[in-house]
């Protein structure tokens, strides 16, 4: 983090004036939050729909039908169309949570640190942080037990992506072809991965031998791929089994607005608070996120079974 805020100086050593107004202002710690671009959720890329709440809860329907109730007829000349109707999905509702905590910052910390902003940041952080680290894990739980398309990658003669000689691109577009091969519309975007998976995708030979060469966009040099099969690989920790979905069918966020006074938010959909505890000489940084995930559409994803990783 910079060592200057707005209306700082370019260090801020035992500018505690400084710093309090920073901590005061829901604006300027929304703008820092903003600057979190290597933070993002993985729940808010592989949901994302966004869902209304009412009243704490989040009203939906699950598998809604992608065709009518009757077949399509010829149609005579001069003959009405026939009706039909469209049916609904299973409805489900869901509560939203609050997930949150607060972190004591002392005024000490922050004048003893050459940049006093970058103790105010390293605090923001963990706070971000932790609120990610949970809030994926729930969502990852959801779609894990409401995902019930497999792929054994070690079935039908295969091996795992550990083994000698794996066949992962193939591997990926089976599964890709599970998702698409049920016909109701599903069109899978993403490949989500966690990083021992990615490590293992990214240096198979089947793949980095099919990729462009003679150029500085290759993963030997930039370690990242980002696209393969069609599909936006997202990385996450939080990611166990790994997953082929379509990311604007499967479900979505549902985030309570609640307006609370002086909470800043970003687009992390992450609330903060700064709390000045003047009979403690300290602030409390204290974050949330209102939300809950929806799996809408659970035949929009695929799981990827016995990799090895």
């Excluded at 959720?41 to 009518?68: C, H, I, K």
């Amino acid at each position: 983090m910079p060592g200057s805020y707005p209306a700082g100086p370019p260090t801020l050593s035992g500018d505690l004036e400084t710093i309090s107004r920073f901590l005061a202002n829901p604006t300027a710690i929304q703008r820092r939050l903003r600057n979190y671009r290597d933070l993002r959720f993985v729940s808010d890329q592989l949901l994302t729909q966004r869902f209304r709440t009412n009243g704490g809860a989040v009203l939906y329907e699950m598998s809604e039908p992608f065709v009518t109730d009757r077949s399509v007829t010829a149609v005579s000349a001069g003959s009405e169309y026939p009706s039909a109707n469209l049916p609904t999905g299973t409805a489900a509702i869901a509560s939203v949570s609050k997930w949150g905590q607060k972190v004591p910052i002392t005024d000490e910390e922050i004048t003893r640190n050459v940049y006093g902003g970058a103790a105010v940041d390293r605090a923001l952080r963990k706070v971000v942080n932790s609120i990610i680290k949970t809030v994926d894990g729930v969502t990852m739980s959801a779609i894990a037990s409401a995902v019930t398309n497999t792929f054994d990658v070690t079935g039908s003669g295969g091996v795992a992506w550990t083994a000698a000689s794996p066949t992962i691109l193939r591997d990926i577009l089976k599964a890709k072809a599970i998702v698409v091969g049920q016909n109701l519309g599903y069109m899978p975007d993403t490949l989500a991965l966690n990083d021992a998976q990615y490590a293992t995708v990214m240096s198979d030979d089947k793949i980095t031998n099919a990729l462009r060469r003679e150029t500085l966009d290759s993963p030997v040099y930039s370690g990242e791929i980002e696209v393969i099969a069609g599909l936006r690989i997202v990385v996450s920790p939080s990611i166990t089994t790994p997953l082929v979905l379509d990311s604007t069918q499967l479900g979505g966020m549902a985030d309570e607005q609640e307006s609370s006074p002086g909470y800043a938010v970003s687009d992390l959909q992450v609330q903060v608070k700064s709390i000045r505890v003047d009979t403690a000489d300290k602030w409390d940084l204290q974050g949330r996120r209102l939300t809950v995930p929806v799996v809408q559409e659970p035949g929009a994803a695929v799981e990827l079974t016995n990799t090895g990783v």
